[in-house]
């Protein structure tokens, strides 16, 4: 068949655009997905009991819940039972965290700017599904390869964090977003055992708290601001002290409720590690690129430029 010269010209076209699609990055098209199916029937039952559902309810709620539910349940000990005593104990936590469903419209506006960013920045991002589930009031959230789960009375009622529920949501879904992107995170999930150093762990979730604030203007935590402030280098001198040990307990998960101490400290350090590299790297996307796919964190450390009690912008 003979194609005449107009055939030929919108042949060209239309091959053209099926290349440029085949080929544009995944991220690039992708609006996030939220997920809130689990929240519906979880508040379907909770009304149906009248706010106490019994354990055999809870237990059901979770066998018949998503794969992101049954996962999160699994890697966080989430039982009826225990949801049963967190309601118990805490009821207007589970009654509050309906209001944040209604900040939902606005946080996922504010993802598809904010992940749009990062893929420009980074055109190898994929962006798995945000599941929201209801657990037993922790954590707020946990991500791996298949995507971020948010525990939305969790996050609702951490108000510590971030006074502001929509702020919140958007910071702590695009931190969670963040470690999806990284093979440091994937490598803590699977770990054989071995306990991964404070050193590891900080750089892991200070990078998500840096790229947290990069696209999306805040990090999961705005407190760390105000209590370190002036005490830099007290902090980080200890860290450096600490850095290469497995025990995390002063610097890491050590919010206690009710309590004004700072707490997380080895987020903000390694947050600021990973900023020392960022700043001072002359071409970004590829700092951008190695603070995402950092696999050595000894070797990140001395690249970095960083030094306890360094004035960073």
């Excluded at 106490?52 to 000990?77: C, I, M, N, T």
């Excluded at 209590?227 to 200890?238: F, H, P, Q, V």
């Excluded at 009710?258 to 400290?265: A, R, V």
């Amino acid at each position: 068949m003979v194609l005449e010269p107009e055939e030929m010209t919108m042949t060209r076209i239309v091959l053209a655009l099926a290349f440029a699609m085949a080929f544009m990055p995944r991220a690039m098209a992708v609006t996030p997905e939220i997920r809130t199916d689990d929240v519906a029937r979880f508040y379907a039952l909770y009304d149906a009991a009248g706010g106490r559902p019994d354990v055999e309810q809870l237990d059901q709620y979770l066998a018949h819940g998503s794969h992101s539910l049954k996962e999160f349940a699994r890697l966080r000990r989430v039982t009826g039972e225990r949801i049963a005593e967190r309601i118990a104990a805490d009821p207007a936590m589970y009654e509050n965290a309906r209001q944040c469903l209604a900040v939902l419209p606005a946080v996922e506006r504010r993802l598809t700017a904010a992940l749009k960013t990062l893929s420009d920045l980074y055109p190898r991002a994929e962006y798995p599904p945000v599941a929201i589930v209801v657990g037993r009031g922790r954590p707020v959230g946990i991500a791996d390869t298949d995507g971020a789960t948010i525990g939305l009375e969790a996050l609702c009622a951490a108000d510590f964090m971030n006074p502001d529920p929509e702020d919140r949501f958007v910071y702590v879904i695009v931190h969670e977003y963040v470690h999806t992107q990284q093979p440091m995170a994937r490598e803590v999930d699977e770990a054989d055992g071995t306990s991964p150093t404070l050193l590891r762990m900080s750089l892991m979730e200070g990078a998500a708290e840096f790229v947290t604030e990069l696209v999306s203007g805040g990090v999961g935590n705005a407190r760390h601001a105000e209590w370190t402030r002036g005490r830099e280098l007290e902090i980080e001198t200890a860290f450096v002290d600490d850095m290469h040990g497995t025990d995390l307990t002063s610097w890491m998960w050590d919010y206690e409720a009710g309590s004004d101490e700072p707490y997380d400290l080895g987020y903000w350090v390694g947050y600021r590690i990973v900023k020392a590299h960022y700043t001072g790297a002359d071409d970004k996307r590829a700092a951008l690129a190695r603070i995402l796919e950092m696999d050595d964190p000894e070797a990140f450390l001395r690249e970095s430029g960083w030094r306890p009690g360094m004035s960073l912008p």
